[in-house]
């Protein structure tokens, strides 16, 4: 894999849980932790997509209650589950 060369320290146990990943998939430290990374930075641009997306939708003024939401939740694995609420609260834009 072409690229450029990272320097960061690591932790003694972490560098040891990474050596014994290493051992057990026959595979190298450095693609690993490329691995890794690579994993953690998709979850952060999902996370940081999802943080603008709900930002996006709070700036409509359409929210569903915390009752409906309580409602709903509650009724998960009971013989009665809830479908999702729908939008119960509609506030005006200034």
């Known amino acids: 894999?072409?690229?450029k060369v990272v320097s960061f320290?690591?932790?003694?146990?972490l560098m040891q849980r990474?050596?014994?990943?290493a051992q057990v998939t026959k595979r190298d430290t450095s693609t690993l932790a490329h691995e890794a990374l690579a994993d953690y930075l998709a979850?952060?641009?999902?996370?940081?997509a999802?943080?603008?997306e709900a930002i996006l939708a709070a700036d409509?003024?359409?929210?569903?209650?915390?009752?409906?939401?309580t409602k709903w939740l509650?009724?998960?694995?009971?013989?009665?589950?809830?479908p999702p609420p729908e939008i119960d609260i509609r506030k005006k834009r200034r």
């Open 1 to 3: 894999m072409a690229g």
């Open 43 to 48: 979850r952060q641009d999902e996370q940081a």
């Open 50 to 52: 999802a943080i603008d």
């Open 60 to 69: 409509s003024g359409e929210f569903i209650s915390n009752e409906a939401m």
């Open 9 to 13: 320290r690591v932790s003694d146990p």
């Open 18 to 21: 990474l050596d014994k990943l």
């Open 74 to 82: 509650e009724s998960w694995g009971t013989d009665n589950e809830l």
